[in-house]
């Protein structure tokens, strides 16, 4: 079996050097071939995955958090071999995909699942949005596209990285807080499979494949990663106070039954800023801002799990 590894050397360092010493062994022992590439920057970790596709691996492993799961998985779908069988192991600050699945910590467990574990086809999405720069992005996601306040969340959270000590969830929520508070409601014009639904401020909208985001926020809770469409989560614009509030029940999904809440399901999602921009993001990246178009792509990922 010839598996290809996409690794994010900044993710999870505690441990890593045992861990990777234990996990090849467990590999190689079942006669696998490995082909490790690490990550450097934004963008390494698509590249590596279509790559390693287009080399003809059996299965393409990314090993780090959200983004480094993503960009991996998007790298697979612009390959010629979009249908290469793709897989993960979460060691990054939120690892909120994994949540969706449920899947052995341990070396020689985890060794033993990527070769015995059935493949599955869940669903990506594809946002194309503008960058800082003016440009036009388009890139997939596997887990969680957002804008508003998660967007600056997401940004604050990337900027902190380096030298960070706290558990990932604390990050998180610690980020979200601040920002929380510094956050000032932009309005959009949201349109769900060409029926405009909403017109108004927000603090946050999440197109859903997963249910979790933000490190163990559960935030779409009725999200399945292989039903064909989207879970919208639209969080309307508040005070901060109201929004801190909701923000205590978002873990345990509770935060649905709130008047300030609403979902919807869709399988394109399009949407303009009324005034200021607001950020974007995507599987724990941030990519650019609004306007932006988000689509799924029903089946498009094998995914061994």
């Not at 052995?104 to 720069?133: F, K, M, N, Q, Y």
């Not at 949201?190 to 933000?214: C, H, K, S």
């Not at 009725?222 to 879970?231: L, S």
Request: aromatic share 6%; with cysteine; proline share 5%.
């Amino acid at each position: 079996m010839k598996i290809g590894i996409v690794l994010n050397p900044a993710s999870g360092r505690r441990g890593r050097r045992l861990f990777w010493s234990a996990l090849r062994r467990a590999l190689e022992a079942r006669s696998a071939d490995i082909s490790l590439r690490e990550t450097k920057g934004f963008g390494d970790a698509e590249r590596h995955g279509r790559e390693l596709a287009e080399d003809g691996c059996d299965l393409v492993l990314a090993v780090g958090g959200d983004g480094t799961v993503g960009e991996v998985a998007g790298g697979i779908l612009r390959s010629h071999r979009p249908g290469a069988v793709f897989s993960f192991i979460p060691t990054g600050t939120g690892c909120d995909f994994a949540r969706n699945f449920k899947i052995p910590r341990e070396p020689a467990r985890i060794a033993e699942h990527l070769v015995t574990a059935p493949v599955r086809s869940v669903d990506a999405g594809l946002l194309t949005c503008e960058t800082e720069d003016g440009l036009t992005c388009t890139r997939h996601f596997i887990n969680i596209a957002s804008f508003g306040v998660s967007g600056e969340i997401v940004r604050a959270v990337n900027e902190a990285r380096r030298g960070r000590k706290l558990p990932g969830r604390m990050v998180f929520f610690y980020h979200s807080l601040r920002e929380i508070l510094r956050y000032k409601p932009l309005s959009i014009r949201l349109r769900l499979d060409g029926e405009d639904v909403y017109d108004g401020p927000v603090t946050a909208v999440a197109i859903a494949n997963g249910a979790w985001f933000g490190g163990g926020m559960k935030v779409a809770p009725e999200a399945d990663v292989a039903d064909g469409v989207f879970d919208v989560v639209i969080i309307k614009g508040a005070a901060r106070l109201k929004v801190l509030t909701l923000m205590n029940s978002i873990y345990s999904g509770r935060h649905v039954k709130s008047p300030l809440v609403s979902t919807r399901r869709a399988r394109l999602v399009e949407v303009w800023p009324a005034g200021e921009p607001a950020s974007i993001d995507s599987d724990g990246e941030a990519p650019g801002h609004i306007p932006a178009r988000f689509e799924v792509l029903p089946g498009a990922v094998n995914l061994l799990v």
